[in-house]
């Protein structure tokens, strides 16, 4: 009987961590996602301040 409850008990936690696992990967994908695009747009800033500079 003990056995059984000690079972329930970890795979209710083994769960737990798998699911706090795939959200932080899917926070962690969405981070760099939007970082990227911040670093995008900060080089194709630059990128036009150089070009204004030469003209």
């Given at each position: 009987?003990?056995?059984?409850?000690?079972?329930?008990?970890?795979?209710?936690?083994?769960?737990?961590?798998?699911k706090?696992?795939e959200?932080?990967?899917?926070?962690?994908?969405?981070?760099?996602?939007e970082?990227r695009k911040?670093?995008?747009?900060?080089?194709?800033g630059q990128?036009?301040?150089?070009?204004a500079?030469?003209?």
């Amino acid at each position: 009987m003990k056995f059984t409850l000690v079972r329930k008990v970890y795979s209710g936690t083994l769960v737990q961590a798998l699911k706090a696992v795939e959200n932080f990967q899917r926070r962690n994908r969405i981070y760099k996602e939007e970082q990227r695009k911040l670093r995008a747009a900060a080089r194709k800033g630059q990128d036009d301040g150089k070009v204004a500079e030469h003209h």
